[in-house]
């Protein structure tokens, strides 16, 4: 079993749709990413949260530290946000930084 | 400067030579961390800096990787006597200590 979970693998949504990504752990963490990853390759850190919510535009970021639990929701998709989207922990043990990261969410937006 | 660099953007060997992949963090970032990524998959940590000491390099596969960062600024990550199975997406990040994590662009190996 990984470490980090992330449902679901795949995801097609019509454009205006609400999407909601889902990442479980196993570990112990003191701080959880969201990235987005573009099809050219390119990676962009949306979120790092380490307890309750944060919300940037139409993107919220949710945590549940008891339930080792986060969610990525997007509000009236648009077809620009179709992207791999990765969930990654930094753990909260002695191996310092370094991140661990989730299999990643390939979403689609249809216009 | 304006986000990570890292060079060669594509970088293409034969089985058995030397590649080494450079990383330009963004100025003032602490932190330096390589990851690799294979094709349809989430990134995979190799290592990690504060400054020029080298915190973490449990995620190296094997002695052929090293990396370094002498200066504390620009960081190496040198694969020795290539192999097909090296063939990925490496890709550098910085931040400040445990901040968000900044991406470069990547470097493509391709070993054949």
């Known amino acids: 079993k990984n470490e980090v979970e992330q449902s679901p693998q795949n995801l097609t949504a019509q454009e205006g749709e609400f999407i909601t990504i889902n990442c479980s752990y196993s570990?112990?963490?003191?701080?959880l990413h969201w990235l987005q990853q573009h099809p050219g390759g390119g990676i962009v850190s949306l979120f790092m949260?380490?307890?309750g919510k944060k919300k940037h535009g139409r993107l919220i970021a949710t945590i549940n530290i008891q339930e080792k639990h986060s969610s990525l929701h997007i509000t009236a998709s648009h077809p620009r946000d179709s992207a791999v989207y990765i969930c990654a922990v930094r753990s909260g043990e002695t191996s310092g930084s370094r991140l661990t990261f989730g299999e990643g969410t390939q979403l689609t937006v249809n216009p | 400067g304006a986000g990570v660099s890292q060079s060669p953007r594509y970088k293409v060997t034969k089985r058995g030579q030397d590649v080494a992949l450079r990383c330009d963090p963004i100025?003032?970032?602490?932190?330096l961390y390589w990851y690799r990524q294979a094709l349809g998959q989430g990134p995979e940590f190799l290592t990690y800096?504060?400054?020029?000491?080298?915190?973490?390099k449990s995620g190296l596969p094997n002695d052929r990787f090293s990396a370094e960062r002498p200066e504390g600024s620009i960081s190496t990550l040198t694969i020795q006597r290539t192999e097909q199975r090296d063939s990925a997406m490496y890709r550098c990040a910085s931040s400040f200590v445990k901040g968000e994590q900044y991406f470069g662009p990547g470097t493509r190996l391709t070993v054949t």
């Open positions: 949260l380490s307890s």
């Open positions: 100025s003032g970032h602490v932190s």
């Open positions: 570990v112990g963490i003191s701080a």
């Open positions: 800096f504060n400054y020029e000491a080298q915190q973490d």
